[in-house]
């Protein structure tokens, strides 16, 4: 009897080890190193391993409290190390801290059997930037880095000895480690990895979350399959993020992206070779096709999926073929390749098919006439218009465009409304416009900055009209002033325009309007519902003939003897022709150019 009741209590002592978290000792290289172990109740043998790295002059409590780990390891499945670093800083020119990673991962071997090929590796601040050195001396040894709100501040080095998936997690108002410096490294990787391009964006992130502060940017897949990601989270500071009501949970979402390597899984090695672009116009045909092969057997076939609906199947090279996407939206291609042994993989892409580029509202913007510059085109970034960046800057954002990667931002100039903003140098927007009358127009650009040296263009169907008008310092973003450009000749008929920004980051634009020398036109700012307006020519004209350029936008007029209602028969109006010197209140469904 007493040797059951000794087993049972070495069963029992086993079983509260195992949940606990416990401080463990190992010595690298003759000095002694510390670390927290933390294993989740039921750890399988051949479990992955995380090694996670505290702050500079920060330590593993804090580290283990700001990081949440545990959480995902009781449903993963999954055990993590906290090392502690020695003066609580990491040696990220060297080799003493790769060697005390190493030495962990043997020690976790030892202990708990885990599986060699899943560890991974993640750091916040300091700890990000070790994870960084790391990837460059022991890549053979980590499956996949996670790096948050840290990067080698001497510019990235990118000589690892394998392409390696890496998640990084940001916040833009990290006043410790800046995130000016983010895309720079992440760029050097998504080069040496040699990653698709553009990044593919999902803001917000996650998109069920619409008040979500993340960005999701996605690179790849590269060579040997691996992917790249940065997890930008608007407004955060230099701090692990864990909110899940306004943005992500940080740990969690590294794991649901570097859980699906392996250093060697014996599955297919899976990437698309085309399309070579994510962005296209619809209808869009698109050719798809991957680079596949399996180390150990045979690829049996490649199916693949569009928003989870099979529409190809190959079952032998060339896994080549065109499909066509007639509608506008997003669309996700996943490839899955399946060897002779049964083994999976796969591969995704996300897709943006725009609406072909056309004028905002449907209608050209009519020469002479005001143009609000917010009204650029239809048809999506890098075809309307060019913006560096996805999502917007402006913080709260307006209810206006929001599926727009343009900076629009409420304007407080005269007639309110919007405005450009965060116009960055080299972006550029597009706007179809018919112009009445050939002729010598005279060009005015409601401008803002608060800065010097500012310049934009404006072209008209790849022909420069104007190079180089410098904007003034206005001394403030909402103080605005006319830039005038003369003696600018247009031809008649539809065309498009761009304005481009010059060298120069940064310049607010409200409008432009254009005006035809020597013409006794007059055009007036409508906005949406009532407006007063006074009738300037000498003839009576009819309604339809007098408001005929805005005539689609005309709901109801009166004056104080009678009334026009478009939905009306005729019979039942009581004013039908405006005469010169009334005032008339025209009720329009939306903001509008009216020109006599």
């Known amino acids: 009897m007493k040797n059951y009741i000794l087993l049972a209590i070495s069963i029992l002592l086993t079983q509260i080890d195992i949940q606990a978290q416990t401080n463990q000792n190992i010595t690298v290289n003759g000095t002694n190193r510390s670390m927290s172990v933390y294993a989740p109740s039921g750890l399988p043998e051949n479990a992955p391993l995380m090694i996670t790295m505290h702050g500079m002059n920060q330590d593993v409590p804090y580290h283990i409290s700001t990081s949440e780990w545990e959480e995902v390891a009781d449903t993963a499945k ?180 570097i859980s699906k390597y392996s250093l060697n899984s014996g599955e297919p090695i899976l990437s698309f070779s085309s399309p070579t672009t994510t962005t296209f116009v619809a209808p869009a045909l698109i050719p798809f096709d991957v680079n596949v092969s399996d180390a150990d057997g045979t690829v049996s076939n490649v199916f693949y999926y569009l928003n989870d609906e099979l529409i190809q199947e190959k079952w032998s090279a060339p896994y080549a073929f065109e499909y066509t996407i007639e509608n506008a939206g997003e669309y996700t291609i996943r490839a899955v390749a399946t060897d002779n042994e049964g083994n999976t993989a796969q591969s995704t892409l996300t897709l943006q098919v725009n609406i072909p580029q056309g004028a905002y509202g449907g209608n050209p913007q009519e020469i002479p006439g005001i143009i609000q510059l917010e009204n650029f085109d239809v048809g999506g970034n890098g075809f309307a218009y060019y913006d560096v960046d996805a999502g917007t800057h402006v913080d709260p954002a307006p209810d206006f465009r929001t599926n727009e990667d343009v900076d629009i931002e409420p304007c407080s100039d005269e007639g309110e409304g919007y405005n450009i903003g965060f116009a960055m140098a080299g972006e550029w927007l597009e706007y179809t416009v018919d112009v009445e009358t050939n002729g010598t127009y005279d060009i005015t650009f409601r401008t803002a900055c608060d800065g010097d040296n500012k310049t934009i263009s404006l072209e008209s169907d790849g022909n420069m009209l104007a190079n180089n008008i410098a904007i003034p310092n206005t001394g403030g973003w909402q103080t605005w002033t006319d830039v005038i450009i003369e003696d600018v000749e247009l031809e008649a008929g539809e065309q498009v325009l761009r304005v481009t920004i010059g060298d120069n980051d940064y310049v607010n634009l409200n409008y432009m309007s254009f005006s035809l020398q020597n013409s006794t036109s007059t055009t007036i700012e409508l906005h949406e519902g009532w407006n007063l307006v006074g009738y300037p020519h000498s003839e009576t004209q009819t309604i339809e003939t007098a408001l005929e350029s805005i005539w689609t936008e005309v709901e109801a007029i009166k004056d104080f003897e009678g009334f026009y209602l478009k939905a009306n028969q005729s019979e039942l109006n009581s004013l039908a022709e405006l005469s010169r010197g009334k005032g008339y209140l025209i009720k329009v469904t939306n903001d509008c150019i009216l020109l006599w």
């Open 78 to 257: 999954l055990l993590v190390v906290y090392p502690q670093g020695i003066d609580n800083a990491w040696d990220i020119s060297g080799t003493r801290d790769t060697d005390f990673i190493l030495a962990i991962i043997d020690a976790m071997a030892d202990q708990y059997g885990i599986d060699r090929n899943r560890v991974y590796l993640s750091g916040f601040s300091m700890g990000g930037m070790m994870t960084y050195h790391a990837a460059t001396i022991i890549a053979d040894q980590i499956a996949a880095f996670a790096p948050v709100s840290g990067y080698l501040m001497g510019g990235p080095n990118t000589n690892s000895s394998r392409p390696i998936p890496i998640i990084h997690t940001h916040g833009t108002s990290d006043d410790v480690v800046g995130y000016s410096g983010v895309q720079t490294c992440i760029d050097a990787w998504v080069n040496r990895n040699n990653c698709q391009t553009p990044a593919v964006v999902t803001d917000p992130y996650p998109s069920s979350k619409p008040n979500s502060s993340a960005t999701k940017s996605y690179w790849g897949p590269g060579d040997d399959g691996v992917e790249i990601v940065l997890m930008t989270l608007k407004g955060k500071g230099h701090w692990w993020s864990e909110d899940l009501a306004g943005s992500i949970h940080t740990s969690s979402e590294i794991w649901k992206f």
